[in-house]
């Protein structure tokens, strides 16, 4: 299974939290991101989900897809809640991309890849790849991509 965690881009301050928009900024950080995205995903099966917030929409809008969005992704949930809408480990055979918040994603890229829940930093309209794979009945677990928008052209 393929997951891609994917904190929504720089918003705007002085909203209600879940209509908050994204900045141009923050509109040009989703779109570059969006455009790496779609040529590692060129020819993939791909799910996206978002969190119910206006900035993490918006998001998830760049990447030119269709997407759910699941309230159980809003601003405050627990790392659980990101597990069960991924259906992590075993997904459905699709990537699965899931465009939230601060803190969750640092603490679910950290269990997924440590085995424990700490709190790691992500910067906005950064993405966590993580793989889970089984080679002759061994699950690996694989980083495939930790990158931020300015580390893209």
């Known amino acids: 299974m393929d997951l891609i965690l994917w904190r929504h881009a720089e918003a705007e301050d002085g909203f209600d939290d879940l209509g908050r928009p994204l900045t141009e900024k923050g509109r040009k950080q989703a779109a570059r991101m969006a455009r790496w995205l779609a040529g590692q995903l060129k020819g993939k099966e791909v799910r996206v989900v978002s969190s119910g917030a206006a900035r993490c929409e918006q998001t998830a809008r760049a990447l030119g897809q269709n997407f759910e969005i699941d309230t159980r ?3 405050n949930a627990a790392t659980a809640a ?18 939230g ?7 679910v890229a950290s269990l997924l890849m440590t085995g424990r829940e700490s709190d790691w930093a992500t910067r906005k309209g950064a993405i966590w790849w993580v793989q889970r794979r089984v ?4 699950v690996h677990y694989v980083l495939k991509a930790c990158i931020a928008p300015e580390q893209l052209d």
Do not use: C, F, I, K
């Open 73 to 75: 992704m809003n601003p």
């Open 82 to 99: 990101y597990l069960e809408v991924s259906r992590w480990p075993h997904g459905d055979g699709r990537v699965t991309v899931l465009v």
């Open 101 to 107: 918040h601060q803190p969750a994603l640092g603490r």
């Open 135 to 138: 080679r002759e009945h061994q």
